[in-house]
Nanobody, 127 residues
Framework: QVQLVESGGGLVQTGDSLRLSCTAS????????TAWIRQAPGKEREFVAA????????KYVDSVKGRFTISRDNAKNTVYLQMNSLKPEDTGVYLC????????????????????WGRGTQVTVSS
């Protein structure tokens, strides 16, 4: 098993930037595809971005393309989400999620694809 802990959330204004971090512990000797999923109040969880283990493959929801960048440092067991030009509609709890991979040749865009979850970090963007 792997445990995930998110950090880096906060209260910012429209147009500001934040960088979220997701640090893994436990069975980090395995390969994982890792995603950021967000949940706004009263809404279902929404896929935001994902990255495979060797970083060749990334995917984003259309609403964040060009503003958010997902990356990872496997030596530090950490995945990042750089969020620029933040908008009020980006507000929500951002959860890190991971699934073990063997071939590392694809990433899932459905929250149901992921096995391990962190508790999340709150991002609030004021207008």
């Amino acid at each position: 098993q792997v445990q995930l802990v998110e950090s880096g959330g906060g209260l910012v204004q429209t147009g500001d930037s934040l960088r979220l971090s997701c640090t893994a512990s436990g069975r980090t000797d395995r390969k994982y595809v890792t995603a950021w999923i967000r949940q706004a109040p009263g809404k279902e969880r929404e896929f935001v971005a994902a990255i495979n283990y060797d970083t060749r493959i990334t995917k984003y929801v259309d609403s964040v393309k060009g503003r958010f960048t997902i990356s990872r440092d496997n030596a530090k067991n950490t995945v990042y989400l750089q969020m620029n030009s933040l908008k009020p509609e980006d507000t929500g709890v951002y959860l890190c999620a991971a699934v073990m991979t063997y071939h590392d040749d694809s990433v899932g865009t459905s929250p149901r694809h992921y096995t391990y979850w962190g508790r999340g970090t709150q991002v609030t963007v004021s207008s």
